[in-house]
């Protein structure tokens, strides 16, 4: 089995429609497949519409083809609270962290001052279906942990900050599920998706959502076996 943390966007999506609105977190090539690049990522930072759903995209899971080792959305953008608000400010939000990101490091800045820093600087407004505060929030410690990854190797640092810098020794212990208990437990608290031919789905494995954002929402993710992948939500 082999993992890549953090791989580029491009890498894992076909196009850009979903960019702001879903972090690529790792991607796994596993031996029993060793011709497929699974890809787990995570649309945290944005609410979801329970009452809005397609049969590519529900509150619950993501259904995606894979074309080429990268994930064609067929779903529609609107179950996601605020994706216009979200999609107009990420390319501002990455331009601030790639100039001030290290600074932001060693200065160990605490997630509510970069909370109001953006917000001031970027005169960002606030709307009544996007939660800002909680955008703001999960882009920051999804970038302190890359950006501590990329100059440390180590993964999982970003706790520090949510520890306010008092915990900065502590790394995640995990990051993909394929075998243990803690996986199985999951799978039977929770029912597969109503999708067509649902039996034909296997399990990859899972990533762990509090070792990536303070948000738990973990990923699942299930396998036809040829070109689809369904990415499912589950609350630890």
């Excluded at 608000?85 to 939000?93: E, P, S, V, Y």
């Excluded at 990101?101 to 005169?123: A, H």
């Excluded at 599920?177 to 597969?192: A, Q």
Aim: charged content about 25%.
């Amino acid at each position: 089995m082999k993992i890549e943390l953090y791989p580029n966007f491009n890498d894992v999506f076909t196009d850009e429609t979903l960019k702001g609105i879903f972090y690529p977190l790792c991607s796994v090539i596993l031996d029993q497949y060793p011709n497929q690049i699974f890809h787990f990522i995570s649309s945290n930072g944005l609410w979801m519409n329970e009452n809005f759903e397609t049969e590519h995209n529900t509150f619950q899971y993501t259904l995606f083809e894979i074309i080429d080792h990268k994930y064609k959305f067929h779903g529609d953008v609107k179950l996601y609270q605020g994706f216009e608000h979200a999609k107009n400010i990420f390319h501002d939000l990455q331009n601030d962290f790639t100039r001030n990101g290290q600074l932001y490091l060693k200065s160990k800045l605490k997630t509510e001052v970069y909370i109001d820093q953006q917000k001031r600087n970027l005169n960002l407004k606030k709307h009544d279906d996007f939660d800002l505060d909680y955008y703001l929030q999960t882009f920051y410690e999804f970038s302190i942990n890359k950006l501590c990854f990329e100059l440390n190797q180590e993964f999982g640092t970003f706790r520090a900050v949510i520890d306010d810098w008092s915990n900065g020794n502590k790394t995640s212990p995990i990051v993909y599920d394929e075998t243990t208990n803690t996986l199985k437990g999951r799978l039977n608290h929770y029912e597969m998706p109503e999708i067509n031919h649902a039996d034909t789905f296997k399990v990859i494995g899972s990533i762990i959502g509090y070792e990536f954002f303070t948000d738990g929402n973990d990923t699942i993710l299930h396998f036809d076996g040829s070109n689809q992948i369904l990415c499912v939500n589950f609350y630890s």
